[in-house]
């Protein structure tokens, strides 16, 4: 299962410092969580998405609704909380776990499969469908890609490039 958070932030004096927090105090915590196995930040290099995706595995939905998830990570925003904006929670079925996305490559998140991507190119897609929270986006495939061809899906509505902020930190358990 996948738990998504989406969000823009709206101060640019206090950006860098929330940015500092949620890398370094919050995806700790939260991965520390009982049931988070993967947890990674990306930033938006395209428009017409929120700027900020955090991308974790998880166990199981009630994972959330833990004593461990409410006291590791689970809403302490309070200090940014009035920044945040066009802020979106899913949680997606899926197989396996997301990959992990390194310096060098960018995450592609689209609404539907792509043939280019897929039959043309040779990349597979982690296939998402929307089961709880928002549940919009209803369904997502994630393709990690080299950003040297990044360049070729800017412009294409609906496919959303991201760059890691972060590496992925991983369940050690």
């Not at 919050?26 to 998405?49: D, E, H, M, W, Y």
């Not at 986006?137 to 496919?159: C, N, Q």
Request: some cysteine; glycine content about 8%.
């Amino acid at each position: 299962m996948f738990y998504t958070v989406e969000c823009s932030y709206n101060d640019p004096d206090s950006e860098a410092e929330w940015n500092a927090f949620y890398s370094q105090q919050k995806l700790p915590a939260l991965i520390s969580v009982a049931g988070f196995t993967t947890s990674q930040r990306f930033r938006a290099i395209n428009s017409g998405c929120p700027v900020y995706l955090a991308i974790h595995t998880i166990k199981d939905a009630d994972i959330l609704n833990s004593d461990d998830y409410r006291l590791k990570g689970g809403g302490n925003f309070s200090r940014w909380q009035v920044c945040i904006t066009d802020w979106h929670r899913n949680l997606y079925e899926g197989k396996g776990i997301i990959p992990a996305v390194s310096a060098g490559e960018i995450l592609l998140l689209s609404a539907t499969p792509s043939g280019v991507l897929d039959k043309e190119l040779g990349y597979r897609g982690l296939e998402m469908h929307a089961v709880g929270l928002d549940k919009t986006p209803e369904h997502r495939v994630a393709y990690v890609l080299p950003v040297s061809i990044a360049s070729l899906f800017t412009e294409i509505p609906g496919m959303y490039l991201y760059e890691p902020l972060t590496m992925q930190l991983q369940d050690t358990e």
